[in-house]
């Protein structure tokens, strides 16, 4: 078997870890909280029940170390969603195969009516996201859609199904950027239980995807939770465990967090462990005062009161206006989402929130290569 993550993933024992984190103390918070340079103990500490008294100080350290390492700014991008045709069942999710919705891949011309809205939004940054159905959205589909529009971005990140290797080392050649993958949660049996049927249902694919990316050379990796699976603390230290993991392996990749909670959507479930507004402002101060360098991304997923205070606590980059159904933003404005958005002001408004708060919006950092 080749050297993987899941080769120390599976030395974890969830119950074990979660019990770990929870008996953390005050002396470990404060400890944790009192060193410059945190490991994985340190990061069970700030996530545990025990750090909850603690979260102004760590939003403090947070927000220097963030401005330390990125100043004042907040990277902008957009997501546009090309398909939400999808053949896995998954218990959470609007486009999951059982539920009977009108399916929506779009067209050449479709995507260019969509990237015109956006472009004159301003965005220099896409994120393109697809539901998982090889046959109608496989990498012939994301591969030509990416060479499509690719002369009006600086780069372009995917949200799609797992790939294998040679299947990235394609889509790097069309001027790939990043790719998303989000295990959802990395309880093992839990997975089972949300994904019981299509490719999504192999933990074990999944879980090794962010190694086949950083073999084939990606610029950069997101990684992420789904928060509501399952208990959020685990969950989050075994994404923390996954980055330090691939961060020391594909060391010359960059990598980002996002902090999904489970939203409504068509077919609903109910998150079976709360994340609090406190526990998610606890759980991005500890990711960044864990690493100093890595991007911690907010989604529209949230409200407009939480992401108005949350931009200065260690985010680095945040989408606005967002639409989660194929043509939300011109040719189809109607079709079903994948999932409810909280903040719904136009990014506009969204960049003049920045603004006043002392941050700046960032449309575009970097030229690609072309």
């Known amino acids: ?28 918070v404060e400890y944790a909280l009192s060193k410059n340079k945190r490991d994985l103990e340190d990061f069970k500490a700030l996530i545990s029940p025990a750090a909850a008294p603690y979260l102004e100080q760590m939003a403090q350290l947070s927000m220097a170390s963030t401005k330390k390492r990125f100043g004042n700014t907040i990277q902008m991008y957009v997501p546009m969603y ?3 045709e999808c053949q896995n069942i998954c218990t959470y999710c609007g486009f999951s195969m059982t539920n009977k919705i009108p399916r929506r891949t779009l067209t050449d011309d479709e995507i260019l009516k969509e990237i015109a809205f956006i472009k004159s939004k301003g965005y220099d940054h896409i994120l393109l996201v697809t539901g998982e159905a090889n046959k109608t959205v496989g990498v012939p589909y994301i591969k030509h859609a990416m060479e499509l529009i690719k002369d009006q971005f600086s780069n372009i990140t995917i949200e799609v199904q797992p790939l294998d290797q040679h299947e990235y080392e394609e889509l790097i050649e069309a001027n790939l950027y990043a790719v998303l993958v989000y295990q959802e949660t990395y309880h093992r049996d839990e997975y089972k239980k949300h994904h019981p049927k299509g490719k999504k249902s192999n933990f074990d694919y999944r879980l090794d995807t962010a190694d086949r990316l950083g073999k084939a050379g990606v610029h950069k990796i997101g990684l992420g939770a789904l928060f509501g699976l399952e208990d959020w603390r685990a969950d989050s230290f075994f994404t923390a465990l996954h980055l330090k993991y691939l961060q020391k392996t594909y060391w010359k990749t960059k990598y980002s967090i996002s902090f999904p909670r489970l939203r409504p959507h068509s077919g609903g479930l109910e998150p079976k462990v709360e994340m609090t507004d406190k526990h998610l402002v606890q759980t991005i101060c500890a990711f960044r005062l864990l690493d100093e360098d890595v991007e911690l991304s907010m989604s529209t997923r ?11 606590l260690g985010i680095t980059s ?13 040719v189809e404005p109607q079709s079903l989402e994948q999932f409810e958005i909280s903040d719904e002001r136009p990014t506009e408004e969204i960049a003049l929130m920045l603004e006043n708060q002392g941050l700046e919006p960032v449309w575009k950092d970097w030229e690609a290569f072309k």
């Open 302 to 312: 949230e409200s407009e009161v939480f992401r108005n205070n949350i931009v200065h």
């Open 82 to 84: 090309l398909s939400n």
């Open 318 to 330: 945040l989408s606005a206006e967002s639409k989660t159904n194929p043509g939300g933003y011109v």
């Open 1 to 28: 078997m080749n050297n993987t993550f899941q080769n120390q993933f599976d030395t974890y024992n969830w119950d074990e870890t979660l019990a770990n984190i929870n008996a953390k103390t005050t002396q470990d």
